[in-house]
């Protein structure tokens, strides 16, 4: 189940944060992502002598998504699949051993030399020091 506050991941609009619920349709919420996305508003009135169509594209970060379009982020690997269930790509997200800042595979280069994703303070596997209990 999500929560408020939760961050996840949707496969078009990228990382977000839930920060409400659709009370009408439990499989629908409101996130607000990292990034503005050209999104339909449906906005129509149609009363008795009277009728009004106000559909447009506006940009906007706050879009209203199904729950089966997320997936929780929990600094674990994130797999994506199309609706055949065939795999689009793979999300690592973790954190940095020396500065603690979020490193994920989305935005960071692997380190030619030990394979691990490079942080934005140069740290990877390279000059991780492990502690000996």
């Known amino acids: 189940m999500f929560k408020l506050g939760d961050t996840v991941i949707h496969q078009t609009y990228g990382r977000g944060e839930i920060v409400n619920f659709d009370l009408q349709d439990k499989s629908r919420m409101l996130v607000a992502f ?5 999104v339909f508003i449906r906005d129509i009135i149609d009363e008795d ?6 559909c447009r594209l506006e940009k906007t970060s706050f879009i ?3 729950t089966w379009d997320l997936n929780r982020i929990n600094n674990l690997r994130t797999d994506f699949k199309n ?7 793979e999300l690592y997200i ?4 020396s500065c603690r800042k979020e490193v994920s595979s989305q935005t960071h280069s692997k380190c030619e030399v030990c394979g691990w ?3 934005e303070c140069g740290s990877c596997e390279c ?5 000996i209990r």
Do not use: A, F, M, S
């Open 83 to 89: 609706i055949q269930g065939n795999k689009l790509y």
């Open 49 to 54: 002598y009277h009728y009004e169509d106000n």
């Open 117 to 119: 994703y490079k942080c």
């Open 94 to 97: 973790n954190h940095c051993h």
């Open 127 to 131: 000059n991780y020091k492990r502690k």
């Open 64 to 66: 209203n998504v199904y």
């Open 34 to 38: 990292e990034e503005e996305h050209e």
